[in-house]
């Protein structure tokens, strides 16, 4: 394992959390473990481990940018690992708010939509366990 993957393991586990890595690992396969390997070092051992802005920005950016995409699949992922970066809901407005300016508002309201119902199902799981 190179030093890059190592690194990327450990920011994807601080930020996506273990449990979400254990499934993602268990999940994968001999078919799809080259495209893990690129998304770990690359992703998670190049961009999200990099210190030139914080995680709090990137969760940001990558929230915006998936948002404005239209890649909206990852959206609650992101949304859930806000909890570990330090973007508050106020940023992910905020952040949502620029896609509905730049990229459209109909991308901007369903990512809206997906982090609405993302808050809420992390509201209840908290709820639940004090």
């Known amino acids: 394992m190179s030093d890059r993957h190592a690194q990327g393991m450990q920011v994807r586990r601080e930020v996506l959390g273990d449990a979400h890595v254990d499934r993602a690992e268990a999940n994968k396969t001999e078919f799809d473990q080259p495209f893990q390997d690129l998304i770990t ?3 998670w051992g190049t961009v999200w481990a990099s210190d030139g802005i914080s995680r709090r920005e990137r969760s940001m950016l990558t929230l915006a940018l ?25 940023d992910v407005l905020e952040a949502f708010q620029h896609v509905a300016i730049y990229a459209g508002v109909p991308r901007a309201n369903h ?9 809420a199902e992390m509201d209840m799981q908290e709820e639940a366990s004090r």
């Open 111 to 119: 990512a809206l939509k997906l982090a609405k119902q993302t808050y």
């Open 66 to 90: 998936l948002a404005a995409t239209g890649n909206f699949e990852e959206i609650p992922m992101h949304i859930r690992a806000t909890a570990r970066t330090g973007a508050s809901r106020r």
């Open 41 to 43: 070092d690359s992703a």
